[in-house]
């Protein structure tokens, strides 16, 4: 997949350059800018995060995950007429995760914790400044060594006369899942062990109980054993995959109502098919004592619809606002509101609090732990599809010197994130403009 | 009237109220609109929450971003 970007991209390169070498012969009548590199963008974050309802354990145990990662892209711009303004942007970004529950989705059979995920993107627009119009296409890849991703999207924008703008664009991910069973686990688990406490350690199966099964949900009241397990100590599995499809449109309008005050319209539409689950998710029962792995519907349709209003109140104070409302076929409702707040300190200084509420009602197919009845047709104890409510708040600051030093801006950002499922984290991200 | 019927009626008659103030701007007259902090767009700044938000929400969309599509394994 990587071969055909690379070859994808180096083929767009050579038919474009030739295209800017086609109109630079004609120089009587406009000028011709070929492809210069405009800007270079790095953005490195941080990200840490607790909590105890791990979905590879059925919803419970620990939930720990630490990331960080690091993105490139470098945006060239031309000219092949006054009127088209070209831009090629070319990036690759690179995370390095560490996480509980990975231990039990390990590649080898040993009890690794790691991962890595590259994404490589190209992506291309060309604005017509007369006509008012702009066509963008893109290609981005995500690989890590359970999924991999390919994305291919397109897009058209017009303004009109009266300062507004409407954009539609298209967008396909094609993705491939990796069949990692959670019966392929088993052989990951340090085997023989019995455990009576209501959370899961590293060292606790609970893949198959045996005995008598616990009636309440928590195993706190009754114990469970596990069935002996061997480590396969750096032996390597082969698995096969399986598609998954995501199909968006996506519309906005953008509107300036005034030298103050900016807002847009969001609706996207998108559907998802396929395997929609992940095999090393599994889900515990009231009425069997052993797990399956989650099963849900292999299709799920989205629709977002968002508004965003932005607010310049005097010279230093600006407020950038954003509601969201969500449904899908799976039951779930949501409703996402967001303020931020920048504040200019001086011309080149500005500092930004920022604070997101969310809310979700549950998925149809949602439980917790050994709630569900193996008669369900689809299950899955995965708490992205409780119901649950969060809580996002931190601050940013922007440098942006004069032009002329090494920086176009540098940006800081930190959040700090709760869900009232105890799911706790921390993101820092910087973000370096050159 | 159900709640979620009068948010609807509340948010369609903001924005309603919204459209009907507009005034013609000229170019020189956007200075503040062009600030890049008035962009209606995410940041680059973002991309990383943006990121966790889609594989720890059951939501996601309308904003820009990413709408579907890749794992969130962990």
């Known amino acids: 997949m990587k071969k055909y970007l690379f070859i994808i991209s180096f083929l767009f390169c050579i038919v474009y350059s030739s295209f800017a070498q086609y109109f630079k012969k004609d120089t009587t009548t406009y000028t011709t800018k070929s492809l210069k590199l405009d800007e270079v963008n790095l953005v490195t974050g941080y990200y840490s995060q607790t909590g105890d309802h791990a979905t590879t354990l059925g919803g419970r145990g620990d939930e720990k995950v630490t990331e960080i990662s690091s993105a490139i892209d470098l945006k060239f711009v031309g000219y092949t007429d006054p009127n088209y303004i070209h831009s090629l942007t070319a990036g690759f970004g690179f995370a390095h995760h560490s996480a509980a529950s990975a231990a039990w989705v390990s590649k080898t059979g040993a009890s690794s914790k790691l991962g890595n995920r590259i994404y490589p993107s190209l992506d291309w627009s060309m604005q017509n400044v007369k006509a008012k119009t702009e066509y963008s296409a893109g290609a981005q890849y995500s690989g890590e060594f359970n999924y991999k991703s390919l994305t291919l999207n397109g897009g058209f924008s017009i303004k009109n006369n009266n300062n507004g703008e409407f954009s539609a664009k298209v967008n396909a991910s094609i993705d491939r899942v990796k069949l990692i069973y959670a019966q392929n686990m088993g052989k990951n688990i340090v085997g023989n062990t019995s455990f009576t406490g209501s959370t899961v350690s590293s060292n606790d199966d609970v893949l198959a109980f045996s005995g008598t099964r616990p009636s309440a949900v928590s195993a706190a009241s009754g114990t469970t054993t596990t069935t002996s397990r061997t480590v396969v100590s750096g032996a390597s599995y082969s698995y096969s995959t399986t598609p998954r499809t995501t199909l968006t449109t996506a519309f906005g309008y953008s509107q300036v109502i005034n030298p103050r005050l900016q807002v847009a319209v969001l609706a996207d539409l998108t559907g998802q098919f396929g395997y929609l689950g992940l095999p090393f998710h599994r889900v515990f029962f009231s009425d069997a004592d052993s797990s399956r792995i989650e099963r849900l519907p292999s299709q799920r349709l989205k629709l977002p619809i968002g508004v965003r209003a932005n607010y310049f109140l005097g010279d230093n104070f600006i407020f950038r606002t954003y509601y969201r409302f969500y449904m899908d076929s799976w039951g779930i409702k949501s409703h996402t509101a967001s303020i931020e707040v920048p504040v200019k300190l001086s011309s080149f200084f500005s500092i930004s609090p920022f604070y997101r509420y969310y809310t979700q009602t549950a998925a149809d197919y949602f439980a917790p732990f050994a709630q569900h009845k193996t008669t369900e047709a689809f299950y899955t104890s995965n708490y992205s599809y409780s119901a649950f409510s969060s809580n996002f708040f931190g601050v940013g600051i922007k440098w942006s010197p004069l032009e002329g030093g090494i920086f176009k801006s540098v940006e800081l950002r930190y959040g700090h994130y709760a869900q009232t499922t105890n799911l706790v984290s921390d993101v820092i991200t910087l973000h370096l403009k050159f | ?74």
């Open chain 2, 1 to 74: 009237m159900t709640l979620s019927k009068i948010k609807t009626v509340i948010l369609t008659g903001l924005f309603a109220l919204s459209l009907a103030s507009c005034v013609s701007v000229r170019e020189y007259q956007k200075s503040r609109i062009n600030d890049s902090e008035m962009a209606l767009s995410n940041r680059k700044v973002e991309k990383e929450e943006l990121n966790f938000q889609v594989i720890k929400e059951g939501a996601a969309g309308a904003n820009s971003g990413k709408s579907g599509g890749g794992c969130g394994c962990n």
